[in-house]
Structure formats: C-alpha cells, structure tokens
C-alpha cells in the first residue's frame, strides 16, 4: 500500500531530506583526488550526528557503511574502504538521514578533478534525466509516465537504463512502496496521489545496461565496465507538480 503522508509526517520529512541535502553540499569540498571513500563516510556521518540525525543506511540490510561510495563502473551500494579517490574518477554518494523516525535520501555523481567527455556527458544527462521524470509528477499522474519519461530521454541520449535496480517509496522507511523504475509504459501503474513521498533515482550507464554484483555481496557494476552515473532526489506529490525534499 502506498502511504500518504500527514502534514506532520511532511514536516519531519523536510527537515531529513535538508539534512541530506545539506550534508552533500558540505562533502563536496572534500571530493578530490587523495582523500578515501572511508574518510568520506566518516564525514558524512559527523555531519549528520551533528544536526540531531542518524544515517539511514547504517546496518540497513546489513550494509556495512553509513553512506554509499561507487566510484566509476560502480552503480550503487559501494562500500566505504581506504580506496583513494584519484584524478579522473567519477563518485556517487547515496546519503540518507532519519530525523524523529523518518527518511530522506539523495545520490549524487560527482567529477573527481577533471574527467573526461565520456563520463562528463554521462554525468549531464543522467542528471537531465532525473528532472525529466520529476517534471511530470503531480497527482493524478501514473507512476508509468514517470518511469518512461526517465527511459525516453535516457535512450535519446544513448544511454544504458539499469533495470535491475529502481528507486521507490520513502517515510518513516527507508523503502516503501512504491517500485520507481527507470523504464516504462505510459498510462499504467499507480496512479500519483498528493501526499505521497518517493525517491526517482535514474542509474544510467554510458555502455549497455547490464550489471553485476561483486563478491562483497553489495557492490552492483556494469557488466562490460563502463562508466555509470546516479542522481536521486526525494520528492513530495503535490496537487499540481512535486516539491523537493533533499534540495541541494
């Protein structure tokens, strides 16, 4: 079942996804080359102490970080480690926060120094693409027409669309209903009520779609090794669009 959420519920959910927007404006500085994705983390971690919050996917699942760090071929759940982050690298950061029992989440794919056109491109578009789903939220709207616009403009731009993995339903859990694929048919699933909170999350690849898991049991590549970006806003339904709940 989908929730809809109560003014009170909204409230607690824009204070947790200005934390994690606030909390990805305050690492940016630190992402150049040199710096681990472990000292990221404990950053991230810090900040989010520090204004009254928990990290939301701290043990979620099991998952053995505070934050997800996926560098280059990475598309998402990267485990902090003392890997160095060097010139040229692309990095995700998928940051939530809990503030009084309720969640907000954000990824973003960030240049590490200067990249090059490939992966610049990828981090463009991808980050259009995102917008492009969101810019057909209001109620009334079926959940489909968001996926498809996210896969239309992804194919325009020759890019791969990672099936496997989808973005979804957030409030006082991290994921709730419903699924928020990045393909679909227009006209069908859902149907977008004002009131509802979900996280859009395109996870494109400059390669073919196919992706893979590595031996840590979390960390999820592209298959043939390509580059893959993620941009992922939590955003509340409203009447006659959508309100971002993670601004950056």
């Not at 996804?17 to 991230?44: M, S, W």
């Not at 309720?102 to 973003?108: L, N, Q, R, V």
């Not at 989808?166 to 709730?176: A, F, T």
Request: with cysteine; glycine share 10%; charged share 25%.
């Amino acid at each position: 079942m989908i929730s809809i959420k109560s003014d009170y519920e909204i409230e607690l959910m824009k204070k947790a996804g200005k934390i994690v927007g606030d909390t990805h404006n305050y690492l940016k500085k630190y992402i150049k080359p040199g710096i681990t994705t472990k000292k990221i983390e404990q950053l991230a971690y810090d900040y989010i102490v520090s204004h009254e919050a928990t990290p939301s996917f701290y043990h979620l699942y099991g998952f053995p970080g505070a934050i997800c760090t996926s560098i280059n071929e990475e598309v998402v759940h990267g485990i902090p480690s003392n890997r160095k982050l060097k010139e040229g690298d692309i990095i995700t950061l998928d940051i939530g926060a809990c503030y009084k029992g309720y969640h907000g989440d954000s990824a973003w794919t960030y240049a590490v120094g200067k990249i090059n056109k490939e992966k610049e491109y990828l981090l463009q578009y991808t980050e259009a693409a995102l917008y492009e789903g969101l810019s057909v939220i209001k109620d009334g709207v079926h959940l489909g027409d968001v996926s498809h616009a996210i896969e239309k403009y992804a194919k325009e731009h020759h890019l791969g669309v990672v099936r496997e993995l989808v973005g979804h339903g957030i409030g006082n859990q991290v994921h709730e209903d419903p699924d928020v694929p990045n393909y679909g048919k227009e006209k069908t699933g859902p149907i977008l009520k004002a009131g509802m909170t979900i996280a859009v999350e395109p996870m494109l690849t400059s390669g073919k779609r196919y992706v893979a898991e590595l031996d840590d049991d979390w960390t999820i590549v592209t298959e043939d090794n390509k580059p893959s970006a993620h941009f992922e806003h939590t955003v509340l339904v409203t009447k006659d669009g959508y309100t971002i709940l993670t601004k950056r």
